[in-house]
């Protein structure tokens, strides 16, 4: 959509930096007095018409000048109204034939602006002030036209400073919206993921509860041990959904049926590894679960720059000493020759 608004926007400007050189260019050709030198007067025309397309038309890949046509459109500005000063009589220079170079040369620092060459655009305005000035005189070059050179010049370089700024608030805005649209779709996959988690915990704890209810809180010991296992399923898909598959599901599984206690814990330490890794994570987490003991097994995953996943298991179920600990294994976020395991 921008870029079909650009190519409007710059069409309907050149037909009409076209149409302004065509008229200046027809001003200069309507003599009213014959000039003394007029193969000067051509060739000022001449060199104008031909610079001045050069200068619109040229080069329509980019919108900023070449250097090389931008130099050649400020001596242009020096060249002409000496041309046509030296082709009329004193006399004759303050006709309206005469003056067309002004307005002609306004135009063309104005494009010189648009076409981002402000330096060039001012420089072959102050040119044209100059050369008027001497051979007008400041007053007479002001009354005949240089008063509304200076006025496009100014205009063209405000429009051009908002324009630019519009583009880079369009781009700003569009940055937005595609931040907005990512957002929007990490949430649509979050709800999706909620809602398959709560579907499983459906799944898990339904037919526990129902037993409940129906036996009025009366279980024997089978149906503590599975209710037991069911709030451990639905704690661990809460607290570590990343880190399970249903390897490491079975392992917790097994962990807890012949005693342990398994406490799972995610705070983001598998972000930004490749599925491939995570893949070879989980199974890894899986065979050391499947060799744990009966004790407190802790599986904490932070956000190390190193270690994605940390097992830790203690001999006791409330043991707090740091000498208790018989399970250390972690987890590289990235495959090493060598684990860093320790046993005691």
Request: hydrophobic share 50%.
């Amino acid at each position: 959509m921008g870029a079909v608004v650009n190519r409007t926007v710059r069409s309907v400007a050149t037909s009409l930096a076209v149409g302004f050189a065509l008229y200046f260019v027809a001003r200069g050709v309507w003599w009213i007095e014959q000039p003394t030198a007029p193969l000067l007067m051509v060739l000022a025309i001449a060199l104008y018409l031909a610079v001045v397309n050069l200068a619109i038309l040229g080069h329509p890949s980019t919108v900023r000048m070449p250097l090389w046509t931008a130099l050649l459109a400020l001596a242009t500005s020096a060249v002409v109204p000496a041309l046509v000063t030296l082709s009329l009589a004193p006399s004759d220079r303050t006709a309206p034939f005469a003056t067309w170079y002004i307005g002609a040369l306004g135009l063309l620092a104005v494009v010189c602006v648009v076409r981002r060459r402000p330096l060039i655009g001012w420089a072959a305005l102050a040119v044209l002030v100059a050369s008027a000035s001497v051979a007008l005189g400041i007053v007479v070059a002001l009354n005949l036209g240089v008063v509304g050179s200076i006025m496009w010049v100014v205009v063209a370089q405000l429009l051009v400073m908002f324009w630019d700024r519009a583009v880079r608030d369009t781009e700003r805005l569009a940055e937005i919206q595609q931040a907005v649209s990512a957002w929007h779709a990490t949430q649509r996959v979050r709800q999706r993921e909620r809602r398959l988690r709560t579907q499983f915990a459906l799944a898990v704890a339904g037919p526990v509860l129902s037993r409940v209810v129906a036996t009025r809180g009366v279980l024997d010991e089978e149906e503590r041990l599975e209710a037991r296992l069911a709030e451990g399923r639905l704690r661990d898909e809460l607290r570590g959904a990343e880190l399970l598959n249903d390897d490491v599901r079975n392992a917790i599984e097994a962990a807890r049926r012949r005693g342990a206690s398994v406490t799972v814990f995610d705070e983001g330490g598998l972000d930004g590894v490749g599925e491939s890794r995570r893949m070879e994570i989980r199974d890894e987490l899986a065979a050391v679960l499947t060799s744990a003991g009966d004790g407190r097994i802790i599986i904490r995953s932070g956000r190390d720059p190193i270690v994605a996943v940390t097992v830790v298991g203690r001999a006791g179920l409330r043991s707090s000493d740091e000498d208790a600990v018989d399970l250390w294994h972690e987890i590289t976020r990235e495959p090493v020759a060598e684990k860093r395991t320790r046993e005691s």
